[in-house]
């Protein structure tokens, strides 16, 4: 009787304090990608943004237990960041390691934690049982980016502005059926060139890297490209009209790599971000970019408001998107520098960056004639027709950010090139 008392006693405490430490996730901000100020709805969220906050992904203590025999916690909470809202890492990871901790949808969930296929994928090529994901060839502290599809890899070996590690292809890849021969074959050339290892893997392990994005038989694992600083920009000769774009806090991979090739493309002088709470340069980017953003520099200053109001004092126009106050792009003055300015898909332009811009320019909206038809229309007059009209086109009121900037860069540009101005 006294030693079940005594038992019982001493199990209470231990129960008590197993399942300390595991934590439950919850759900952050889910951002959804909408135009901002050039609109009020509308937009799409690009694919790999972080729908979860400031959300720590702990594994259960005792999954520890057999890698740690002393019982120390491995998981210091001194040493993991959550990911912070609408900053995407998506592909960052590559085939070693993130950046610590929980970064995005696509990121490493356990820091500089190597992403190693099981050892059966690499039995049926490797007869000898080797394991050709040799951990000394590469340091796997160092940040590596899995850049994929044939645009992006293509326009890194070009541009080569990265360190390249390997170049990973399809093991079913064959250059004889398919359209972009052309362009796989310079990569075959481009990459030996430069030494780049090649090996051959399984979809799945592709797949696995891209997180299922659409790699097209090719990843690509190198260094990872940062913005470049600027807090100022740059003087303009006299008679000279260039056209940057500016983004404020565009989180958003999917539309700040349509932004980035759509300036690329179309022939802007530079693009420059905020520092601060912008989308960083990842592989998800340099895909959404078809390759532009390997071929570019891209510009972060510290505080955007300060650059443009001192590109402002040096004799730029400062012209932020936004409905309020705003002209059509026909009224502005093509003669003179100009900085095209967007802001995020939830909020616009923040105030400060407003009140740093000399005009605010606005898209037009067309008269659509592609509503569907009512049969209510018949037993309307003009007038209820006329509203009804309008109360559908009040649905959609908005351009995604990345449709907006590729207008108005379109526009700017143009205008300049009638005047005979460089941009």
């Known amino acids: ?25 919850a759900p952050g901000r889910a951002y959804s990608g909408r135009s901002g100020a050039y609109a009020s709805r509308g937009g799409s969220r690009g694919s790999g943004g972080n729908s979860f ?10 999954s520890w237990a057999d890698d740690d025999a002393s019982g120390a ?10 990911g912070s809202p609408g900053r995407d890492y998506s592909g960052r990871s590559g085939a070693y390691a993130s950046r610590g901790g929980s970064r995005g949808s696509g990121g490493n969930s356990f820091g500089n934690v190597s992403r190693r296929p099981p ?48 170049l990973l292809l399809q093991d079913t890849l064959s250059t004889e059926k398919r359209t972009d021969r052309p362009a796989l074959l310079e990569i075959e050339r481009l990459a030996a060139d430069a030494g780049v290892p090649v090996e051959r893997l399984d979809k799945g392990s592709l797949n696995g890297m891209c997180r299922n994005r659409p790699h097209q038989g090719l990843v690509l694992q ?28 565009v989180t958003d991979p999917q539309n700040f790599g349509a932004l980035l090739r759509s300036a690329f493309f179309l022939g802007a002088a530079g693009v420059l971000v905020s520092q601060k709470n912008s ?28 650059a443009l109001e001192g590109a402002r004092e040096d004799g730029w126009q400062v012209v932020g ?7 059509e792009p026909e009224a502005l003055d093509a003669s003179q520098p100009t900085v095209l300015v967007l802001g995020s898909e939830g909020h616009g332009l923040r105030t400060n960056v407003l009140r740093a811009c000399s005009a605010m320019v606005r898209i037009p909206r ?21 509203q009804q009209r309008q109360r559908q086109a009040d649905v959609v009121d908005s351009l995604n950010v990345s449709v907006a900037g590729g207008i108005l860069l379109h526009s700017l540009l143009g205008a300049r090139k009638r005047l005979g101005k460089s941009a």
């Open 119 to 166: 050892p059966q994928l690499w039995a049926e090529d490797d007869e000898s049982g080797a394991d050709p994901w040799d951990d000394d060839d590469v340091d796997l502290a160092e940040p590596c980016d899995a850049i994929y599809g044939v645009n992006p890899v293509l326009a890194a070996l070009q541009s080569h502005r990265r360190t390249f590690h390997r």
């Open 222 to 249: 190198a260094s990872p490209l940062e913005f470049e600083p600027m807090q100022a920009l740059p003087l303009v000769a006299k008679g000279e009209a260039p056209l940057w774009l500016a983004l404020d806090e």
């Open 73 to 82: 916690k491995p998981w210091g909470d001194d040493d993991v960041r959550g």
């Open 321 to 327: 998107a936004a409905l309020q106050e705003s002209v």
């Open 366 to 386: 067309g008269e659509s004639s592609t509503m569907a038809y009512a049969p209510a229309y018949e037993s309307m007059d003009g007038a209820q027709q006329q």
């Open 53 to 62: 906050g400031n959300v720590s992904r702990r594994p259960p203590p005792q």
């Open 1 to 25: 009787m006294h030693r079940s008392v005594l038992l019982a006693a001493l199990i209470v405490p231990v129960r008590s304090m197993v399942g300390r430490g595991a934590r439950g996730s």
């Open 279 to 306: 989308c960083p340069l990842t592989p998800v980017v340099s895909k959404s970019s078809a390759g532009a953003m390997e071929l570019m520099r891209v510009h972060a200053a510290r505080n955007l408001v300060r």
